[in-house]
């Protein structure tokens, strides 16, 4: 089989960090060029095993810039692109939307450019060595805004998004889908619940529980904790993408989730009482640090995936079940902090 030359963006970030070194390991005819500008939410060790890997490429640089993703897909022969790269976090969003909106909407707009000029010569037309070459969008299960007590969102599930970011998305969403139907852009697009697992960013709720924890400090969860995630364990959110990028039906669009729902409450006990059982504090429980602060405005109270369309296509489903998926985390960051 011929190599194939893939881009992929914002590779030094969370998900993307866990997805290349697991897609280079599986398919040993892929060359991967990481682009990622190296915000806070990028850290380029975490790519630290892909140091001598003579597959792998690292690219310090912005999607913003047309010129610079115009160079990466002509010295590189790129012929496929999974899109990462995002400003991801609610509340920065809330403070500040400008970069939102200039990272995840300009530059998808960027990346669907470049890869419409350098794999296409006229809509509907792909030029010769590069008809199976597709953008695949990653997304979020927030551009659906929030869900009741009951209910699945699932492919067919109107958009509604409530923050900065999650609007940032959807419009991306529907770039993507519309480079599809005006110009016949071979691209699939996935939106997935929340993720979690090692290289996640300290920011993020279960780090930040577990950072705050050992540090003695006060765990701040917002209003009383009952909203609610369905969460999936980044290595099962990896094949995932993995296998909609290959197998994928273009044009389409597939949810994935863990099957896993909590409320912010159960996922504060359930890692403080990871932590009394394998690192105890001398004095009483971490639980003890447990405390309540005012609630995001426009906080979306439910998230939760119906992932039968993936399931039935392509055969993918989450297979880390969340209590050892959890263990496995805690453990990861127990390394980290201490």
């Not at 892909?50 to 790129?78: H, Q, S, T």
């Not at 929340?194 to 960013?201: A, D, E, F, I, V």
Request: charged residues 25%.
């Amino acid at each position: 089989m011929a190599n194939k030359n893939i881009l992929v963006t914002g590779g030094a970030g969370f998900i993307a960090s866990n997805f290349i070194p697991f897609f280079l390991k599986e398919n040993a005819n892929y060359t991967v060029v990481n682009l990622d500008k190296l915000t806070y939410a990028g850290n380029k060790d975490n790519l630290i095993e892909l140091e001598n890997n003579d597959r792998y490429k690292f690219i310090k640089g912005d999607i913003c810039n047309a010129a610079l993703v115009l160079d990466i897909f002509e010295k590189n022969e790129i012929n496929g692109l999974i899109h990462f790269a995002a400003e991801s976090h609610v509340d920065n969003s809330i403070d500040n939307p400008e970069n939102f909106i200039r990272t995840n909407i300009n530059g998808t707009f960027v990346l669907l450019e470049m890869a419409r000029k350098c794999w296409m010569d006229a809509p509907h037309k792909y030029k010769k060595g590069f008809e199976d070459a597709r953008f695949h969008h990653i997304s979020t299960d927030e551009v659906y805004g929030s869900l009741g007590n009951k209910g699945f969102f699932n492919e067919k599930t109107a958009y509604a998004p409530n923050s900065p970011y999650s609007a940032s998305k959807a419009a991306s969403d529907f770039l993507v889908r519309s480079y599809h139907h005006t110009y016949g852009l071979n691209v699939v697009t996935s939106n997935c619940s929340n993720n979690y697992g090692p290289k996640q960013h300290d920011e993020k709720l279960i780090p930040t529980i577990i950072r705050k924890a050992l540090a003695k400090e006060s765990i701040p969860i917002y209003g009383d904790g009952s909203n609610v995630r369905d969460w999936l364990f980044v290595e099962d959110h990896c094949k995932g993408i993995a296998t909609i990028f290959k197998n994928g039906e273009s044009g389409e669009t597939y949810l994935l989730g863990g099957s896993s729902e909590r409320t912010n409450m159960e996922i504060v006990n359930s890692i403080c009482e990871i932590l009394d059982a394998n690192y105890p504090k001398r004095d009483g429980s971490y639980k003890e640090q447990i405390t309540f602060v005012k609630d995001r405005p426009g906080h979306d109270l439910r998230y939760a995936v119906d992932f039968a369309k993936v399931k039935k296509e392509l055969g993918w489903f989450p297979k880390e079940d969340f209590k050892s998926g959890l263990k496995k985390t805690v453990a990861w960051y127990l390394k980290k902090y201490t």
